[in-house]
């Protein structure tokens, strides 16, 4: 089948970072019989009834939507699924230990239930430029199935993020502050798909979800099956290195801290450990930087791409003045100028003007904080200009489009009779 390619402007592509998960998936034994969330499979159970469960199917909006803003899209109405493959966080969920020769068969499985749920529906398979072996794969089982089609997209982050693959993959605004399903959509992660075949075709019970232990944190680097309701201490008391750990969740770039008393849900993909450095490195733009990641040619690392990067903690420095360097500019996958953005907000000029530098556009991906050279926490100054403006009522009521109207739009529908 021919496989079309997508690519975007900006973003940034992560070098290889030591902590790396790998191999097959092993099951986690909890210490003691766990009470978390539950998919019993049942008498004629529907890929849409998981997807429900796993508050998949779900709406909401801005208060300046055209229709209510909460509720949960009917399957007649689901016109787009988006299933991502894509890997191009720092640490990710890795696919090879997902997607095999082994569990193809069990994939695919899930691709057709789905597919009869949501008879209207495009499935649009996106997997990253650099993940040869899946496209070989899954290329001629996808071939056989109606209304999919296999993509693939330029392997930089933040390409595995919604708001960005929607509009370069399908070619559809992706407007602020609405979820997937109120546009008419499905966005689907790899582990979705194996949830709706292990409940419909083989009738088990969900009740675990697959995450892997990423990072320099951990004594072994796994792939775990780990039962819903699991207590992050206790995964971090089995694996855990000693010392001071930072735990985060899914994404070492924009996810949230964990703490002992968080348990594992089904979107937990990942938790990440990294240790804490609270030392001062003086002068450290003057050391060599083999190990240290860096967007320009100041460390020696950027001469050597598959060396094993160092993971931490430690800014390496404090907060400096913005130079206007541009590099923030310049890995940004939206288009915008984040230190222009950053400089208002900062001398707290939150106006009508920012909302027409597309402000709301910003998908808050961390890019512009991990390029700059002055440590400057570009997303958090962002974020609350965001804020204000909302306060002002300089709002999202530029970004309400026709197409996310689902009431509307298929009350047009049933009038022309389709």
């Given at each position: 089948m021919k496989v079309n390619h997508k690519t975007f402007t900006g973003g940034y592509k992560f070098n290889n970072f030591e902590g790396q998960p790998s191999g097959d998936v092993v099951l986690y034994k909890p210490v003691k019989d766990m009470i978390g969330s539950v998919i019993e499979p049942g008498r004629g159970i529907t890929a849409a009834d998981v997807l429900d469960a796993l508050n998949l199917t779900g709406f909401s909006g801005p208060d300046t939507a055209l229709t209510e803003t909460v509720g949960k899209i009917a399957p007649y109405d689901v016109r787009d699924i988006v299933i991502s493959t894509v890997e191009t966080e720092p640490y990710s969920l890795p696919m090879k230990s997902m997607v095999n020769q082994a569990t193809k068969g069990q994939f695919i499985s899930g691709l057709r239930n789905i597919q009869e749920s949501y008879p209207r529906a495009k499935m649009t398979l996106v997997i990253g430029e650099?993940?040869?072996?899946?496209?070989?794969?899954?290329?001629?089982?996808?071939?056989?199935?109606?209304?999919?089609?296999?993509?693939?997209?330029?392997?930089?982050?933040?390409?595995?993020?919604?708001?960005?693959?929607?509009?370069?993959?399908?070619?559809?605004?992706?407007?602020?502050?609405?979820?997937?399903?109120?546009?008419?959509?499905?966005?689907?992660?790899?582990?979705?798909?194996?949830?709706?075949?292990?409940?419909?075709?083989?009738?088990?019970?969900?009740?675990s979800t697959v995450l892997a232990l990423s990072g320099p944190g951990w004594k072994k680097n796994l792939v775990l099956d780990v039962p819903v309701g699991t207590k992050v201490k206790d995964i971090a008391k089995s694996y855990m290195a000693e010392g001071e750990i930072r735990l985060v969740k899914n994404s070492i770039l924009s996810g949230g801290l964990l703490t002992d008393e968080d348990t594992v849900t089904f979107d937990t993909d990942v938790i990440i450990a990294v240790p804490e450095d609270r030392r001062r490195q003086v002068l450290f733009f003057l050391r060599g930087g083999k190990n240290a990641d860096s967007f320009t040619n100041t460390f020696l690392s950027k001469l050597l791409p598959k060396s094993e990067k160092t993971a931490g903690t430690n800014l390496q420095g404090?907060?400096?003045?913005?130079?206007?360097?541009?590099?923030?500019?310049?890995?940004?996958?939206?288009?915008?100028?984040?230190?222009?953005?950053?400089?208002?907000?900062?001398?707290?000029?939150?106006?009508?003007?920012?909302?027409?530098?597309?402000?709301?556009?910003?998908?808050?991906?961390?890019?512009?904080?991990?390029?700059?050279?002055?440590?400057?926490?570009?997303?958090?100054?962002?974020?609350?200009?965001?804020?204000?403006?909302?306060?002002a009522e300089i709002s999202h009521k530029e970004y309400v489009i026709p197409e996310c109207d689902i009431v509307a739009q298929t009350s047009r529908e049933v009038a022309a009779g389709e």
């Open positions: 650099d993940q040869i072996d899946l496209v070989q794969l899954l290329s001629a089982e996808v071939k056989r199935l109606s209304r999919v089609s296999l993509v693939t997209i330029a392997s930089k982050y933040p390409a595995n993020r919604k708001e960005l693959t929607v509009p370069v993959v399908l070619g559809k605004k992706y407007p602020v502050g609405y979820g997937p399903a109120h546009l008419g959509m499905l966005w689907l992660g790899i582990k979705d798909v194996f949830q709706v075949a292990k409940s419909v075709t083989e009738k088990k019970v969900v009740d404090e907060r400096r003045a913005c130079v206007s360097c541009t590099y923030c500019q310049s890995v940004c996958p939206v288009g915008l100028i984040p230190h222009l953005l950053h400089k208002h907000a900062d001398k707290n000029i939150i106006n009508k003007r920012l909302a027409e530098y597309n402000i709301f556009d910003c998908i808050e991906c961390g890019l512009c904080d991990y390029v700059c050279p002055s440590k400057i926490e570009v997303v958090s100054n962002i974020k609350l200009a965001k804020e204000e403006l909302e306060k």
